[in-house]
């Protein structure tokens, strides 16, 4: 089966940085790769995802990149603010039956200072 | 649209009771999945449903664990008998099959059963 390692566990940037977390996955077959944010108390909400067609993606101040060669994604926030903080996941997922059933990292903990 | 509901949100029990979590889906979504999340282990898939029928079931953790999805708007998540290891947040989440080339579902979560087993 699909597995999925990210890094770093947790990330303590200053407002205004940029911050970097990366995932690698080991199933070949895996196609589509979503970015949840878990904030204290809630659910993982998507926040971006990136199909295997694709290199790169943006929306605002987040990023996504995949190396599909390498099998490895990263997610990018720029001028990072203090309500970004919250766990980061990132999932690889391919095609079952109609859906995308994705495996998830461990997550990251960012903690942006003001 | 008010999303995933789950209930309860919070559930503190004493070993050896059972434990029953339920979950409504969005309307309209015809996946249905459970996850269990824990410090240790991270975000697990437990068991998901599509259109009522449950698909893969081998994240379910042994047979004290049991799932159900009697119809399209309601799930259920039981343990019995409940241990202290089976402390940990549960999710329910939902999504809708996409077409052919579509961009992926989006799978939505609930906001999570917190249980505690003492």
């Given at each position: 089966g699909e597995n999925v390692e990210q890094h770093p566990s947790t990330l303590s940037v200053q407002e205004g940085d940029s911050a970097v977390i990366k995932c690698t996955y080991s199933d070949s077959a895996s196609n589509y790769f979503p970015w949840y944010k878990q904030e204290l108390g809630k659910g993982p909400q998507l926040i971006i995802d990136i199909r295997s067609n694709v290199g790169e993606k943006k929306d605002q101040r987040i990023a996504v990149t995949l190396n599909k060669t390498a099998k490895h994604f990263s997610l990018h926030i720029t001028e990072t603010q203090p309500e970004d903080s919250a766990v980061y996941f990132c999932a690889a997922s391919r095609r079952g039956?109609?859906?995308?059933?994705?495996?998830?990292?461990?997550?990251?903990?960012?903690i942006v200072h003001p | 649209d008010a999303g995933v509901i789950q209930s309860p949100r919070?559930?503190?029990?004493?070993?050896?009771?059972?434990?029953?979590?339920?979950?409504?889906?969005?309307?309209?979504?015809?996946?249905?999945?459970?996850?269990?999340?824990?410090m240790m282990r991270g975000l697990e898939l437990l068991i998901y449903f599509n259109n009522n029928v449950p698909i893969d079931d081998s994240g379910m953790p042994e047979d004290r664990f049991s799932a159900k999805m009697p119809n399209a708007s309601f799930s259920t998540l039981k343990i019995q008998p409940s241990e202290p290891r089976d402390s940990a947040?549960?999710?329910?989440?939902?999504?809708?099959?996409?077409?052919q080339g579509g961009?992926?579902?989006t799978i939505y979560f609930g906001e999570g059963s917190w249980l505690t087993v003492v």
């Open positions: 039956g109609g859906s995308y059933i994705p495996t998830f990292g461990r997550g990251t903990s960012l | 919070h559930e503190v029990t004493e070993m050896g009771q059972e434990v029953t979590l339920r979950c409504k889906p969005i309307s309209g979504h015809d996946y249905l999945f459970w996850y269990r999340q824990t947040v549960y999710f329910c989440a939902s999504s809708f099959t996409s077409g961009s992926g579902n």
